[in-house]
């Protein structure tokens, strides 16, 4: 009897404290051994990524007539273990050069195992003036408060009542919509085209 019970209190001990232990240490593994590698090599072609910061990096982009260096930006991406990385194109690349680039560009990042976003800057949107009321109230809701000059709508000032409570740590996951609040505010909408991205893969 005392045995069993000694043997069954062994196994939760290797369920519930080892087992998980154990798969946190094949995480940490297989996430350090992903962060080492920053160059995917091709025949023809090779992606590099080079982090500036802790969000900030740019992408290297080279084959046998071109070397591109794109501006990217990396985070947490859905799943823990893999990182999503944002590379922006310039606008002037033409619809043939894209058509080269962007699929050896997302072979590259999928073969660094990073979730991808690529996509270019259209020319800013213009919104209507309902667009733009309700923007300030959803901002003003936030506690971030719009000043304009002169009752013309030109927005000369932005600032944030209280920024620990508005952003604070969520700062990755605010700031982005705050910035779309803004644009709006101010008039206009940023136009973000997405020439492809990991999770548009076998639609």
Known sequence: MIETMLMDESSRVLVFICL????????????????????????????TISKVGQYEAYVSYRDESRQLELDALIG??????????????????????????????????????????IYRRGEPQIVSQEERNAAIKELREMGVE???????????????????????????????QLLALVNTARGTQENIQVLARSDMKGR
């Open 76 to 117: 947490r991406g859905r799943s823990f273990f893999i990182p999503e990385i944002r590379v922006r194109v310039p606008n002037e690349m033409s619809g043939h050069e894209q058509s080269i680039v962007i699929p050896n560009l997302a072979l590259g990042l999928t073969k660094l195992h990073y979730q991808y976003v």
């Open 146 to 176: 719009i000043q304009s000059a002169g009752g013309q709508g030109v927005i000369q000032q932005v600032m944030v009542r209280d920024w620990h409570k508005t952003v604070g740590k969520r700062i990755k996951i605010v700031m982005p």
């Open 20 to 47: 998980p232990l154990l798969l946190l240490l094949v995480g940490l593994i297989v996430v350090l051994a992903r962060a080492s590698r920053t160059t995917a090599k091709f025949p023809i072609f090779s992606v």
